[in-house]
């Protein structure tokens, strides 16, 4: 296979045509796209919590001097900048990752500050980056500090021309305290906000004891603090394990609180999830109400100004607010689980997933190694002025002959240098020196400095020689950077709380609510239900569509729940107040749950709580079934009966002691329901044996009473010499009596 690679010059086709299999160029290809998108875009550094994009913009801004406290500049020059020397990508890319990083919904600390349109929790967009300004903000000056003075390592752009920091210094744990999201080539990062002043804490315990656990970090690190605020309601334990793999989730729900109005109380939103938009979660709620499956909640408004204000109204003032909300909770967005996948980019750029200690100490490591390399730097920059400062006092001591040379000799430079032996660099420092300056100079001053300087450099080296003044330089500039960003101030207080999710019974309180009223359950041969008030007298005079008829019809009440079974095993749930009227032919039954044609209703009752069920397949297997086990809230139902291939037949109340079934052979089996297990799902036990053909029909009755049977023509017959059929279950059974129905059933389908 032939793949096109960049010319090499050589050759007729100009080297730009190579053989190779194709298999091989795929997979290279595709791997280097892979390495790419895992390095270059998905995964934040552990280091400073910013994936190349988030980076450049603060670097870029640096660079044009939007610091805090400045005048704002236009987004559409930083983003021309950013696209233009850094980040040669798409302009909407950047300016939304601009924008994000201002919107204080989204970011726990904000590392931009924007003026202008920035977009809402409720959806709405930004507005054009040609109407807004921007610039950084005091979280964003702590990630940038000490990035001139050799904190960190520079590489070349893309194109050669300009430099760009690998990492920034990040003066806070900015990976935890923001968070992060992305999806790369066969993995994702997910990490949830969290408060900074507490992480800062957890990493002075690791400066004091690097063998501190997880749980000993977790006195200080209490769990996610999102920017939107709400309530963790996740587990303690829970936490523990996700900050010691790095993986899990953290359920947040909405802030709300009870308000009473003059007719009753309403419910008040003031915290919504982090990463729901507004908009949308009212829209549910009111789609909620509208489908009717929100039965304890009236009515929705938002009355949100600058703060959320979100009004839910009760369909009944009996309802409980902790009801209500816990139904709400399971059926809307007010509770949000979010993702917790810490998987980033360590120092050699090798993914991975860490846990909250390994996510700090590479973070301190980090911090360790800028302190040293600024050190450093200082330290270059003072043997610099004290080289300088020695030749000051050697032209002090001889001002008059230096002010001579410089006046009067033609190369005065190379005089000096051999006067009094200073250096090319302290003579260019001379030679810069105005002479009223150098008239001026006092000796006491030029000592004081140097003593001062030279105090200072022996400091450093004592520094750079000890680790453990490393690490305690390290904890004075975090407790600094904690003053600033502590629980004190309005950005630091913590937004989430803890709680537990309390412990109610919706579903009752849903049942409440619903007027308990008798009802006819019809099903038709087609699928089509509906519900007749009161009881059905005569169902011959029920009509039908043309070609339809009527297959079940039972009494009811609207609180029951009405149990479908069908011929693949599955139980499906029907409220009865949810069921349509009568008044015309009903809705089809395949519309309210996911059944296809192909699979047909075996049986429909009106769920009794504490019963239980005898059901069986075709094949002859079967077992007795606790009746609540059937109830399902899912609209594909429960699978309950393996079928293995076959299809069920049998689901009869068990409201006897004994059990008859009959074989497509015509042979009977009687035997105890005691011999039958009770199973809450599985493929069951065998009922009879058969040589050929499979199970036909089966009754229960109590064993005084005897078992009835009805012939086609509606007559019903005491069958009293049961017992001779009696056996154990599992054997082939006897052939039918004589006078037994033809259809070789107890009862006619």
């Known amino acids: 296979m032939n793949a096109l690679l960049p010319p090499s010059g050589s050759g007729e086709d100009g080297g730009r045509i190579v053989d190779e299999p194709l298999s091989e160029a795929l997979s290279r290809r595709y791997l280097a796209y892979a390495l790419s998108t895992i390095m270059h875009r998905a995964l934040p550094d ?6 190349p994009v988030h980076r450049r913009l603060l670097y870029a801004m640096r660079v044009l001097r939007v610091d805090p406290g400045t005048t704002a500049k236009k987004c559409a020059r930083i983003v021309g900048d950013v696209i233009g020397k850094f980040h040669p990508h798409g302009d909407v890319a950047v300016y939304e990752a601009l924008v994000r990083l201002a919107q204080d919904f989204s970011q726990r600390y904000p590392l931009i500050d924007g003026q202008g349109n920035f977009g809402n929790i409720d959806g709405d967009n930004a507005a054009a980056m040609r109407y807004t300004e921007c610039r950084l903000t005091d979280a964003a000056a702590l990630l940038l500090d000490g990035i001139d003075e050799d904190a960190v390592d520079f590489r070349a752009t893309y ?5 760009e920091p690998v990492v920034l210094p990040a003066g806070f744990p900015n990976l935890l305290a923001n968070g992060s999201s992305g999806i790369a080539v066969g993995m994702a990062t997910s990490i949830p906000p969290h408060n900074a002043a507490e992480l800062i804490d957890a990493c002075l315990i690791l400066l004091d004891r690097p063998d501190a656990t997880t749980p000993d970090l977790m006195e200080c690190v209490q769990g996610p603090d999102f920017p939107t605020g709400g309530v963790i309601v996740e587990s303690r334990a829970s936490l523990a394990e996700m900050y010691e793999t ?12 009870k308000e009473d109005v003059p007719r009753g109380w309403q419910i008040v939103i003031t915290e919504i999830p982090y990463q729901v938009k507004k908009s949308d979660l009212i829209e549910a709620l009111a789609n909620l109400i509208e489908a009717k499956k929100a039965p304890l909640l009236a009515d929705v408004r938002d009355e949100s100004a600058e703060d959320i204000r979100v009004v839910l109204e009760p369909k009944s003032r009996n309802v409980e607010p902790e009801v209500l909300m816990e139904s709400l909770f399971k059926l809307s967005a007010l509770e949000q689980r ?7 980019l360590d120092a050699r750029g090798t993914p991975g997933v860490m846990g909250l200690k390994t996510a700090l100490k590479a973070f301190l490591d980090h911090r360790r190694e800028v302190l040293v390399r600024r050190a450093r730097y200082r330290l270059a920059k003072i043997e610099a002025r004290l ?6 006092l050697i032209v002090f001591l001889n001002l008059d002959e230096v002010i ?3 006046r009067y000799e033609d190369e005065p430079k190379a005089r000096l240098i051999e006067a009094f032996q200073l250096s090319d660099i302290q003579a260019e420092a001379v030679l810069n020196t105005r002479l009223r300056q150098l008239a001026k100079l006092e000796e006491m001053e030029l000592r004081r400095e140097h003593a001062g300087l030279a105090e200072e450099r022996d400091g450093i080296n004592a520094l750079l020689a000890s680790d453990r003044m490393q690490w305690k330089l390290v904890g004075e500039g975090l407790r600094h950077v904690r003053d600033q960003l502590g629980p004190n101030t309005a950005l630091g207080k913590r937004r989430s709380t803890f709680a537990d999710a309390p412990v109610v019974d919706t579903i009752a309180a849903e049942q409440a609510l619903v007027v308990r009223e008798a009802i006819t359950v019809i099903l038709s041969d087609r699928g089509w239900i509906r519900a007749a008030k009161g009881k059905v007298e005569d169902p011959s005079e029920l009509k039908f569509k043309e070609g339809d ?13 009405i149990i479908l079974f069908t011929s693949d095993g599955r139980f499906f749930t029907l409220p009865g107040d949810k069921l349509p009227s009568a008044r015309g032919h009903g809705e089809p039954v395949r519309l309210m749950i996911d059944l296809d044609d192909r699979t047909k209703i075996i049986d429909v009752f009106a769920h009794k709580p504490g019963r239980k069920r005898v059901i069986a397949s075709k094949a002859g297997y079967g077992f007795l079934l606790p009746e609540d086990e059937t109830l399902s809230a899912r609209k594909a139902g429960k699978q309950v009966l ?7 037949l049998i689901s009869l109340p068990a409201d006897g002691d004994h059990l008859a079934v009959i074989g497509d052979n015509g042979k009977i089996l009687a035997f105890p329901l005691t011999e039958l297990p009770e199973m809450p799902r599985g493929k069951g036990v065998k009922l009879q044996s058969y040589r050929e053909g499979a199970l036909r029909d089966a009754v229960v009755f109590n064993e005084a009473a005897g078992v009835a049977t009805v012939d086609p023509a509606g007559r019903t017959r005491v069958w009293e010499t049961w017992r001779e059929w009696l056996g154990r279950r599992a054997a082939a059974g006897r052939v039918a009596p004589k006078g037994f129905p033809t259809s070789k059933r107890f009862k006619p389908r």
């Not at 790095?246 to 609180?257: D, L, M, N, Q």
């Not at 979010?338 to 980033?344: K, S, T, W």
């Open 46 to 51: 552990v280091r400073d919590g910013l994936k």
């Open 159 to 163: 194109d050669g021309e300009d430099e």
């Open 246 to 257: 790095g993986r899990g989730g953290v359920r947040t729900r909405a802030r709300w609180e």
């Open 338 to 344: 979010f993702p917790v996948n810490i998987n980033v």
């Open 387 to 392: 080289h300088i400062l020695e030749g000051m």
């Open 404 to 406: 001579r040379i410089v």
């Open 549 to 561: 008829k009527l297959a079940y019809s039972f009494p009811a009440e609207t609180t029951d729940k």
């Open 642 to 648: 393996n079928v293995d291939g076959t299809e069920a």
